[in-house]
């Protein structure tokens, strides 16, 4: 764009919706005009601009919001309008909210997310009647929450993992009984639907061809079906690295790590569940941020500790999980080095779990597995965003969704910047301020 050009409303949101796939990088000293009627209009100048899309950062940025939509980002000082609120990111790194790609919701989890920089969850299997309810609440203003996103019950097989008494879970006995199924929830409106563990191919594929159809996403925690098998169904995105053989060959990583690349499907590791499981043993009370978990949820992860601590103290059963667990870390190294896609998902509220920290602590062990900070920033962010659809989202661009991250140091060099979190903005409002 040329220098000292002005810039109107409606144009920087259509050159941003164009591109969405990074910033809109303004140059010199640009008057912004932005429009009148009563939309809010915030300025957060002068910080370390990281966009979310695995770019290096731009120094000395400012972001320019009105109303839920950021409008531009100068590179430099802009001249500030007249009424707008002003945020001072001088020293700070400015950042998209982070997306927790797997999350079991609850009510008590709400301003813990918000508190951690988490702007948008996406829910993989809970209550229908429950989740859409919260969901529809954040959508119109009358609960204080991060963006939702809900699948609805988990798609089950015969019999159901969890049993047939908890209705964030249907049994499903044949191909027709899950399209059947499928289309009642996609019906009912919810952003995508989590084919689970013993669901057959069959019967995955009904499920799979009829979200296809109505351009809704897809889910796998797979065990009857594999990861490839789920792959050329068209699943969005794989959970744990479920139905891939993480204790195998070198060899056999390696073909699994090819199959997150140019074809559409993303890895949700969720490395924190199985660090958490192989030290279970260890943790405890001292584990950090507990004191902000309900008293009730800490002692019932106490409990589960104890359960699981005894029925894997053997040998054998202790050395499996803890291969499995460095074959995940290393199919996750595998498939950033190939190019291919990631996105970050805690699965809280599993033991020790914390809703909103866990996703910082799942950025940290990406990057301890070898992933470039910028690219575990992706995973969290734009990535996550294309998985959901929803390209408007996990970027700091002009025309996406106004919602940020402000923190102390420089996430891009040391990934535990993440933790010193000072502003989060949700749709152009600040919504936590440490």
Same mark, same amino acid.
């Given at each position: 764009?040329?220098?000292?050009?002005?810039?109107?409303?409606?144009?920087?949101?259509?050159?941003?919706?164009?591109?969405?796939?990074?910033?809109?990088?303004?140059?010199?000293?640009?008057?912004?005009?932005?429009?009148?009627?009563?939309?809010?209009?915030?300025?957060?100048?002068?910080?370390?601009?990281?966009?979310?899309?695995?770019?290096?950062?731009?120094?000395?940025?400012?972001?320019?919001?009105?109303?839920?939509?950021?409008?531009?980002?100068?590179?430099?000082?802009?001249?500030?309008?007249?009424?707008?609120?002003?945020?001072?990111?001088?020293?700070?790194?400015?950042?998209?909210?982070?997306?927790?790609?797997?999350?079991?919701?609850?009510?008590?989890?709400?301003?813990?997310?918000?508190?951690?920089?988490?702007?948008?969850?996406?829910?993989?299997?809970?209550?229908?009647?429950?989740?859409?309810?919260?969901?529809?609440?954040?959508?119109?203003?009358?609960?204080?929450?991060?963006?939702?996103?809900?699948?609805?019950?988990?798609?089950?097989?015969?019999?159901?993992?969890? /049993?047939?008494?908890?209705? $964030?879970? +249907? *049994?499903?006995? =044949? !191909?027709?009984? %899950?399209?059947?199924?499928?289309? @009642?929830?996609?019906?009912?409106?919810?952003?995508?639907?989590?084919?689970?563990?013993?669901?057959?191919?069959?019967?995955?594929?009904?499920?799979?061809?009829?979200?296809?159809?109505? /351009?809704?996403?897809?889910? $796998?925690? +797979? *065990?009857?079906? =594999? !990861?490839?098998? %789920?792959?050329?169904?068209?699943? @969005?995105?794989?959970?744990?690295?479920?139905?891939?053989?993480?204790?195998?060959?070198?060899?056999?990583?390696?073909?699994?790590?090819?199959?997150?690349?140019?074809?559409?499907?993303?890895?949700?590791?969720?490395?924190?569940?199985?660090?958490?499981?192989?030290?279970?043993?260890?943790?405890?009370?001292?584990?950090?941020?507990?004191?902000?978990?309900?008293?009730?949820?800490?002692?019932?992860?106490?409990?589960?500790?104890?359960?699981?601590?005894?029925?894997?103290?053997?040998?054998?059963?202790?050395?499996?999980?803890?291969?499995?667990?460095?074959?995940?870390?290393?199919?996750?190294?595998?498939?950033?080095?190939?190019?291919?896609?990631?996105?970050?998902?805690?699965?809280?509220?599993?033991?020790?779990?914390?809703?909103?920290?866990?996703?910082?602590?799942?950025?940290?062990?990406?990057?301890?597995?070898?992933?470039?900070?910028?690219?575990?920033?992706?995973?969290?962010?734009?990535?996550?965003?294309?998985?959901?659809?929803?390209?408007?989202?996990?970027?700091?661009?002009?025309?996406?969704?106004?919602?940020?991250?402000?923190?102390?140091?420089?996430?891009?060099?040391?990934?535990?910047?993440?933790?010193?979190?000072?502003?989060?903005?949700?749709?152009?409002?600040?919504?936590?301020?440490?």
């Amino acid at each position: 764009m040329a220098r000292d050009r002005e810039l109107s409303r409606r144009e920087a949101l259509r050159l941003g919706v164009a591109a969405l796939g990074g910033s809109i990088l303004l140059g010199g000293h640009v008057p912004i005009v932005l429009a009148q009627g009563g939309a809010r209009h915030l300025i957060v100048r002068g910080g370390r601009v990281i966009d979310g899309s695995g770019q290096p950062p731009t120094e000395n940025a400012t972001v320019v919001i009105e109303g839920d939509r950021i409008v531009a980002v100068q590179a430099g000082a802009v001249e500030v309008p007249p009424g707008a609120r002003v945020i001072d990111a001088s020293g700070l790194t400015v950042m998209p909210g982070l997306i927790d790609m797997h999350v079991h919701a609850s009510d008590w989890m709400w301003p813990l997310f918000l508190r951690f920089g988490v702007t948008s969850i996406r829910d993989l299997g809970s209550e229908p009647d429950y989740i859409l309810k919260v969901r529809d609440d954040e959508r119109q203003g009358r609960l204080k929450a991060p963006r939702i996103f809900a699948a609805g019950p988990l798609l089950d097989g015969t019999p159901a993992y969890w /049993g047939n008494s908890w209705g $964030g879970s +249907l *049994s499903l006995g =044949s !191909a027709d009984e %899950a399209r059947a199924a499928a289309e @009642r929830l996609l019906d009912r409106g919810v952003d995508l639907l989590k084919l689970y563990q013993r669901l057959p191919l069959d019967a995955a594929r009904a499920a799979v061809e009829a979200a296809t159809a109505r /351009g809704v996403p897809v889910a $796998g925690h +797979l *065990s009857a079906v =594999s !990861a490839q098998q %789920a792959a050329e169904l068209g699943v @969005r995105t794989i959970e744990h690295a479920s139905g891939i053989d993480l204790v195998g060959s070198s060899e056999t990583l390696q073909a699994a790590a090819r199959l997150f690349g140019g074809g559409g499907t993303s890895l949700d590791a969720t490395l924190l569940v199985f660090e958490n499981l192989a030290n279970l043993p260890r943790l405890g009370l001292t584990y950090p941020n507990l004191n902000l978990v309900p008293s009730s949820v800490v002692q019932a992860w106490l409990n589960s500790r104890s359960e699981v601590v005894a029925r894997n103290t053997t040998d054998e059963r202790l050395g499996f999980g803890q291969r499995a667990a460095k074959g995940r870390s290393s199919l996750v190294k595998m498939i950033d080095d190939l190019g291919g896609r990631l996105v970050v998902g805690s699965d809280t509220p599993m033991p020790f779990v914390v809703p909103g920290f866990s996703v910082h602590q799942e950025m940290e062990l990406m990057a301890g597995a070898g992933v470039p900070p910028l690219s575990v920033i992706r995973a969290a962010t734009s990535a996550a965003a294309d998985a959901l659809g929803r390209p408007e989202l996990g970027r700091v661009g002009a025309g996406a969704v106004a919602d940020l991250v402000l923190v102390s140091g420089d996430p891009a060099s040391d990934i535990t910047a993440m933790r010193r979190i000072r502003k989060v903005v949700k749709g152009g409002a600040v919504v936590h301020e440490a």
